[in-house]
């Protein structure tokens, strides 16, 4: 009895290593055929054209093609549904922003899909950050006089977003959780009607992600107070940071790429390497600096935190807010 015991014993170790080996030679052999990046929005987008971007050279030094593929609808959350409900063997892989990532979560009541659970954080590749802009009759040189002027007169500042939900609205009413401002949410059906409506004075000002209102705050059209982000963003070196206000607010429209859940950690970290060497290399800095786009190189486990922290953050704001996508 102990002889067939050790032999079985022996056959079980023979039979794991032959898979542990077998796994491992797929896994050192890929990619060994074309490779998919589902893009959750429409071609021609800003999240299409970075996906386009990486797959060009991540096909360039793998030897293997990587295909872009749009899927667009509900937010993002389709095209990502898709990712996370595929093989976990590198063959299908996809480039989402914060929407889909972290926001979405508490936006709509019903999710395909969980970003922690259902997905795995391969990179992060860069953030578009949220600017505010106001009228220039609107008597405010920064976001600390805006929010002073919100709480001073008669009645609400009307701040335009481009839509519902969008990363324009929840700054605004993030805004007004922790400063106490009085400003009113506008929404639009996109960046360009509503920054048309701060133009014409409709609206006191807009929140919407700096590329586009960039060329209007060039021209003095519009009186940028603030970028949400942790730096300047470098065509507005000018406009400080809400936090060099004293201002709490950090918002921003980030990127990154991801795969489902259980993708092998060597594939994970052979394009997390690459990733990185594109973002921050020359060429990659100004691909992603005409895209409006500053680098963010990582770390897998820093897209994790990323998503995690982000997904509470504008949780505790809708729920107080009240917005809802369904």
Do not use: C
Not at 57 to 77: P, W
């Amino acid at each position: 009895m102990k002889f067939a015991s050790l032999a079985r014993a022996l056959t079980l170790a023979a039979g794991l290593t032959l898979l542990t080996q077998g796994a491992a030679h797929a896994q050192a052999d890929w990619p060994n055929r074309p490779v998919r990046i589902i893009a959750p929005f429409a071609a021609g987008g800003s999240s299409d054209l970075v996906a386009r971007q990486l797959a060009l050279h991540l096909s360039a030094r793998y030897g293997q093609q990587f295909i872009v593929e749009n899927r667009a609808g509900a937010g993002g959350n389709i095209g990502v549904d898709a990712v996370a409900k595929s093989a976990p063997d590198g063959y299908t892989l996809g480039i989402a922003t914060s929407g889909p990532l972290a926001n979405n979560k508490s936006l709509y009541k019903s999710m395909p899909y969980d970003p922690e659970k259902d997905l795995t954080p391969i990179a992060l590749v860069g953030e578009i950050p949220l600017v505010i802009a106001i009228n220039p009759d609107v008597k405010a040189n920064n976001l600390a006089e805006l929010v002073a002027l919100s709480k001073a007169g008669s009645s609400a500042l009307l701040v335009a977003n481009p839509g519902n939900g969008t990363i324009g609205h929840l700054a605004i009413e993030y805004l007004r959780m922790t400063s106490g401002a009085r400003m009113q949410s506008v929404p639009y059906r996109g960046d360009t009607p509503a920054m048309a409506d701060a133009i014409g004075g409709t609206v006191n000002g807009v929140s919407a992600p700096v590329t586009s209102l960039t060329a209007n705050i060039q021209a003095n059209k519009l009186r940028a107070v603030a970028v949400t982000a942790k730096t300047r963003f470098p065509a507005l070196p000018n406009v400080p940071t809400a936090n060099e206000q004293g201002v709490n607010l950090e918002a921003s429209v980030w990127s990154a790429f991801v795969g489902p859940a259980g993708l092998p950690r060597p594939i994970v970290t052979s394009l997390n390497q690459e990733i990185n060497k594109y973002i921050d290399s020359p060429e990659g800095k100004a691909k992603l600096a005409s895209l409006g786009l500053v680098p963010l190189p990582g770390t897998p486990d820093q897209l994790s935190e990323q998503m995690r922290t982000e997904a509470a953050k504008w949780k505790r704001v809708v729920e107080s807010a009240k917005i809802s996508l369904d």
